[in-house]
């Protein structure tokens, strides 16, 4: 990357030992490690470089289908934009209204049980079919050892990773045992 800030031209400083928190995937609890970071020492703006963001946001998804509570509003949505539907298409093929689906993503209303599980197969399916490689053994599996009443988690966990996590021709089971 040239080493001169886009907006100013001033030298830009290299981090890559912070932790960088990504908001920009909608989700508030995802941590990168070994990202590079750039602040102009002139104008102060700053930048990232993200590698392989395809590979990145595969990996957020199969971390949300696999956690074990309900899937928050904010998780919903990062699912629904992943596989590029608006809300009134994610209602349709949920088989419910538009508003239902925002009331969900606006954390206004928990999603149910069922539709919690359909969504996240919307989403295994829609990976597996971008990705035309097999992202899990048994989906089955996934779903049958999921609690029953699931209840939403009060606190969300950090999800961390590095680069090496997301990028290179690895496509681990869904969900490790």
């Excluded at 930048?47 to 074990?68: A, D, Q, T, W």
């Excluded at 609690?147 to 496509?171: C, H, V």
Aim: hydrophobic fraction near 30%; aromatic fraction near 10%; charged fraction near 30%.
């Amino acid at each position: 990357m040239n080493k001169t800030c886009f907006k100013c031209g001033g030298e830009l400083q290299v981090n890559k030992d912070k932790p960088y928190y990504y908001t920009e995937s909608g989700l508030d609890n995802v941590v990168l490690y070994g990202i590079n970071q750039y602040k102009c020492q002139s104008c102060n703006e700053t930048f990232v470089s993200i590698p392989m963001m395809e590979e990145l946001h595969l990996l957020l998804g199969r971390e949300l289908c696999c956690k074990k509570g309900l899937l928050s509003g904010k998780e919903a949505k990062f699912i629904r934009k992943e596989i590029h539907m608006k809300a009134k298409e994610m209602a349709q093929a949920l088989g419910v209204t538009a508003s239902t689906v925002s009331r969900w993503e606006n954390d206004k209303e928990p999603i149910g049980e069922t539709h919690d599980r359909l969504l996240r197969s919307l989403y295994m399916l829609y990976a597996s079919e971008k990705t035309d490689k097999v992202l899990h053994r048994d989906s089955v599996y996934i779903f049958s050892n999921l609690p029953t009443k699931r209840k939403r988690l009060q606190r969300t966990t950090k999800l961390e990773f590095s680069p090496a996590d997301w990028m290179g021709d690895r496509y681990p089971e869904f969900c490790p045992a």
